[in-house]
T-cell receptor, first 116, second 110 residues
């Protein structure tokens, strides 16, 4: 069965470039999350969608970060004018049932972003 | 103050021993608790979740939850070298907001 798919797996960007990271969740999953994971750290919450609605974007570190999920399926995380501190693994996760705390997250393989 | 705290380790146990991983959380309203395993360079994979006080067993893994003391633990019996990974504790407040600890690195020595 298809899991959460993320692309690209690796991205190298020069400082100042814009990047777009894609997430294709498990079919039918209502909830979609973006996390940022620095080396040796746990995943840090960035933003959360329920269908196409972005319900929480409190974790986005700056206004250079923008996420969308226009049709309630595929999501894109965009980072404008990348900085070296943006280098991390960006994880996407989906969950089938919103509002129920015992519904686990299913993670994609992540996109490793390196800003040079 | 971070919502979820874990000892970063590294924790080393000999093959066949019991590995004990602990996690504490700050929000008394937390409702469900998850353990994920993450191999180096890979994404987190769910091991088990628990939302009622007490123990929950699944094969060699046992999750223990004590809401009064605000801690959750994971026991791995008969540890194998393939269990060597980072173990992430995640807490859900019931609002679809998951908070992760920094993870505990486990090494099982053959």
């Amino acid at each position: 069965g298809a899991g959460v798919s993320q692309s690209p797996r690796y991205k190298v960007a020069k400082r100042g470039q814009d990047v777009a990271l894609r997430c294709d969740p498990i079919s039918g999953h209502v909830s979609l999350f973006w996390y940022q994971q620095a080396l040796g750290q746990g995943p840090e919450f960035l933003t959360y969608f329920q269908n196409e609605a972005q319900l929480d974007k409190s974790g986005l570190p700056s206004d250079r970060f923008f996420a969308e999920r226009p049709e309630g399926s595929v999501s894109t995380l965009k980072i404008q004018r990348t900085q070296q501190e943006d280098s991390a693994v960006y994880l996407c996760a989906s969950s089938p049932r919103p509002g129920q705390g015992n519904s686990p997250l299913h993670f994609g393989n992540g996109t490793r972003l390196t800003v040079t | 103050q971070k919502e979820v705290e874990q000892n970063s380790g590294p924790l080393s146990v000999p093959e066949g021993a019991i590995a004990s991983l602990n996690c504490t959380y700050s929000d008394q309203g937390s409702q469900s608790f998850f353990w994920y395993r993450q191999y180096s360079g890979k994404s987190p994979e769910l091991i088990m979740f628990i939302y009622s006080n007490g123990d929950k067993e699944d094969g060699r893994f046992t999750a223990q939850l004590n809401k009064a003391s605000q801690y959750v633990s994971l026991l791995i019996r008969d540890s194998q070298p393939s269990d060597s990974a980072t173990y992430l504790c995640a807490v859900n407040m019931g609002n679809d907001q998951f908070y992760f600890g920094t993870g505990t690195s486990l090494t099982v020595i053959p």
